[in-house]
Every structure is written in structure tokens, then in C-alpha cells.
């Protein structure tokens, strides 16, 4: 057996084992797990695997492909939390394998398992492979669309010291093809991030032509074959009202804060330093000086991933939505970037700056701290209400929630973990040392979910999901008020309406219904509804008031 092959399986094994299990253990979280499984499962009910839908009604905020990859699943396993996060389990495990190839081919067995272990290792992408959102698919198609582009690039200008079998008319199909994936999974964003690198590159090399315009436009003709399969499709089918919708929604979500969701400047540095640990630590050190590697497509891939981290990170700084994973493409170049690192470290050919096990004792005692210290606050919830101003939020901690004092468990083994690791590296037993805080931050994240995903989820939603869960079924209608949410149509399991008022909510809450109305209402915005004649409180739950509006 090759070690390509070999190791190829070693990671598809530990991806499995990391990425798989308890997929199905909690809840779908708002909004958007719930969302693109409500989006997947309406697909199976419709059987409409063109256009999206959500409450049965035109949602033109995302293209389709990764929910065909969700219905796939659920048509598989059934309609559940297990299926909606398969793909992105499945997706984390070729991820591994991917990088693993790459870093082989790119540099020699041994980088290759540098680079796949950093991504094991890492916090961020981990979870994100555990979850039901987009972005990892999404991610992976942009990372090798770029990746086969440059390949194009070195078999066109003769790199040598790496092999290209193949035409590179070839490598700019693949590269042009994975991008069209890229804009079927999430949109025209996979393109501007691949072209805004392209750009940065053509500056470095002081306005050189390095691809020629036919060879560009062919690029762009490949992935616009993709995507045109979907809007040609879509368009010829219902007409170009959807596309022209989707198309504006892909400007507005650049120009306008999407839902609230703002922040400051710094917002995704912040993410990407504290939320991939420890990889991001080693990553920095790859901005300044190192010792040069022997081969030009060595020094000139560093320098792709250096554009593509700087583009992505500034490109969603400028972006005024603020959300955790719009700068989660950065985690490709990131982990690259400390392998780099890591790799020299482990060879000798650089020494652990002090500055370095600084970060590393600093950011992962965050965790630590956190991972400790939120135990005992949950033993102690009933001392904390006098200290919180918000209604809904001092009501959550009413929750049925069970702290053992155990859960500090995780965050004692990171800190035993950075103890050893920063021994290790101190005496330069830099394997050691690297194998057990990759590994061991997978094994520590794992815990932590084990620990704490339900515990939190008790806090924030459960009993409204619970609450929905208990009227699936029933011929009545489920809504929310004065929130966002997108559980009361996955978790009733809600079917398409016979009346078409039923999808109005001003109708739901003041027109001449047809059978009963459940309405769920954070405790602040209850007394809205409370005092009607029309409704009453059937419940009320940390933090939730269901109301019911009788017919």
C-alpha cells in the first residue's frame, strides 16, 4: 500500500470517528441549521429540486446544491438532525483527505500529515464539521478551484520540482469547474474571492500578465457551465423572477448588515486568532521571516495562501454582516500557513519563539477558563439573575438544566494538555509535543461538545423546540412573534397549506382563522398579545410564553 493511500485512509478514519458520531445528539440550532434543513426537507415534500422554498414560499437567499446533498441524506436516514449535519461530516472527511494530497504532492509525505493533522486539530473547523451550515461544502469547492488554477498557472510558466501530468487546459477547466460548484452551493462569492486573489497575485507580480485573457475567460466559461445548469434550468422552468431576486439579495447581504448581525473592524481577526486555535498561533508566525523553501511552486503556494487568507479576511471586514463563519474560507490558507510553520519547527530549522507559547498559554487558557468556569456558574444560576437586566435572558436560566461539576473535565484536561505541550516544546521534543496539542485540542473539542452542547441548547431554545415538536401532527397552525425563527415548520413538520392565508402572519395573528393558532413569544414582547380576548397562555417556559388564538 502507497503511503498516499495509506494515509489517505488513516484520516478518513479519524474524520469519521471525530466528525460523525452524535451528529443526531441536539437540536438543529437557529437559524441557520434549521433553516437549510427546513430548505432540504420542503425540497422532498415539493419534489422541486430547482428552486428553493421556505414555508413553502420562494426563498431566493441560496442556490441548491448543498440542500440536495441534505435531502440526499434524509432520504436516506430520515427527515433529522443526523441527516441535515451528514454532508458536512462526510465533507470533513474528504477535507482531511484533500490536504493530506495536497501537502504531498506539494511538499512530501510527511507535510502532507503536518497539514491534515492542523485542520484535525483546529477549533473552528472541527465544529463546523458537526454542523448543518453551509460554508464547509462551500469552502472546500473555492479551495480547489483556486488550487487547480495555480496548478494551470505552474504547468503553463514550467515550475519545476513538481510533477503535472496532466494538460494545463485541464487544471483550468477543474479550477473553473470547482468555482461553478462553489456558486451552486452559496453564490457568486466563490468567484469575487477566486478573482480577488487572482487580482492580488497579478499586483505582486507588478502588473504581469501571468494568465492571458482567453485563458481567464475560459476559467470563467467553466464555472459559469456549472451554475448556468441551475439558472438556465430554474429560469426556463418558473422564469427569471427567482434569479433576479437571488442575484439582489447577494448584493444587499454585501451592503446592509444582514438581520442585526453587525460588528467591529477587527470582528474576524478576532474569530479566526481565538477560534482556530491553536493553529492560528503557528500561522502568524509565517507572515515574517523564514527560511526559504528549496522550490519555486513551494515559496509561490505560500504566497497564494497568504493573498487568499489577507483578501478573504478583508474582503468580509469590508462586508458589514458580521457572522463566525462568513471568514471561515481563511481556514484553508491559516492551517497551511502554521503546517509551514510547524513543519520547520519539527525539521529544526526554527526554533518555538517565546512569543508563540506566550499566545498559546494565553488563548488556550481562554478556553480553559471558559470550559471551567461555566460549570460552576450553571451550579450557581439562581445568583446570577440579580446581575442580568434582560427579561428573556434572566428567564433561560430557569432551565432544567443538570451541572454535575463533572463538565469541568474538559477544561481540565486542555490546561494538563498546554502544560505538557508547552514542556515538550521546551525541551525540544517538538513531535511530542505537536501530536499532543493537535490531537489533543480535537479530543478536547470533542469533550467539550459532549459536555456542553445539550447544556447550552437547554438554555437558549429547547423549550421553544420542544414546544413545536409537541404539536407536529396536529392540524393547527405553529407561528412565532416579534422573533426570527424557523423552528415552528421543521419541527411541527409542517406540510403545504390548503388555505393560502395560512402563510400570511398577519392573517395567523388578527384574520378569520380556520383552526387554532399556536404562537410562541419571548417573555418581553408577550404582554403584546397577552391581553387579547382572542388568545390564551398555554404555557409559559424559561423564558418563551406559548400563547394559543382559538378558532
Known sequence: MSDSLRYSLLFAFLGAFLYIPFLGGVHLFDWDEINFAEISREMMIKRDYLRIYVNFQPFWEKPPFFFWLQALAMESFGVGEFAARLPNALCGILTLVVVFNIGQKLYDTRFGIVWATVYLGTVLPLLYFKSGIIDPVFNLFIFLGLYFFILSYWKKDGFQGIELR??????????????????????????????????????????RFYVQLHEFLFFTVAASLVTFGWYGLETRAHGPWFITEFNKYQYRLFSTPDAGHSGFPGYHFAVLLVGCFPASVFALRAFFRLPGEQLDHQ????????????????????????????????????????????????????????????????????????????????????????????????????????????????????????????????????????????????????????????????????????????????????????????????????????????????????????KDVYIVVKNHRADELRGRADIEVVEEKNGFVFLRRKH
Request: with cysteine; hydrophobic share 55%; aromatic share 18%.
Open 166 to 207: 496532466r494538460n494545463r487546459w485541464w487544471y483550468l477547466f477543474l479550477g473553473g469547474f470547482f468555482i461553478g460548484m462553489g456558486i451552486l452551493t452559496k453564490g457568486q462569492v466563490a468567484y469575487l474571492i477566486a478573482v480577488l486573489t487572482m487580482g492580488v497575485y497579478w499586483i505582486w507580480q507588478r502588473f
Open 299 to 514: 515559496q509561490d503556494f505560500r504566497r497564494w495562501m497568504k493573498f487568499l487568507f489577507w483578501v478573504v479576511l478583508i474582503l468580509f471586514s469590508i462586508v458589514r454582516s458580521k457572522i463566525v463563519h462568513y471568514s471561515s474560507m481563511a481556514y484553508f490558507p491559516l492551517t497551511f500557513l502554521a503546517a509551514v510553520v510547524l513543519d520547520k519547527i519539527l525539521r529544526g530549522e526554527i526554533r518555538l519563539a517565546a512569543w508563540i507559547k506566550v499566545l498559546l498559554a494565553s488563548i488556550g487558557g481562554l478556553f480553559v477558563l471558559a470550559t471551567v468556569a461555566l460549570p460552576l456558574l450553571g451550579m450557581q444560576a439562581e445568583r446570577l439573575k440579580p446581575f442580568i437586566t434582560d427579561p428573556f435572558a434572566q428567564a433561560n436560566l430557569d432551565a432544567a438544566v443538570h451541572w454535575t461539576g463533572w463538565e469541568v473535565l474538559p477544561g481540565v484536561f486542555l490546561l494538563a494538555l498546554l502544560v505538557l505541550t508547552l514542556r515538550w516544546f521546551g525541551r525540544s521534543q517538538n513531535g511530542r509535543a505537536f501530536y499532543a496539542l493537535f490531537g489533543g485540542t480535537a479530543a478536547f473539542v470533542f469533550l467539550t461538545l459532549i459536555f456542553f452542547i445539550k447544556r447550552i441548547e437547554g438554555y437558549s431554545q429547547r423549550a421553544a423546540i420542544e414546544f413545536f415538536e409537541s404539536k407536529a401532527g396536529q392540524d393547527v397552525y405553529c407561528t412565532t412573534h416579534a422573533y426570527k425563527s424557523y423552528a415552528q415548520y421543521f419541527y411541527t413538520r409542517k406540510q403545504p397549506q390548503a388555505n393560502e392565508n395560512a402563510y400570511r402572519q398577519d392573517w395567523l395573528l388578527n384574520g378569520p382563522i380556520d
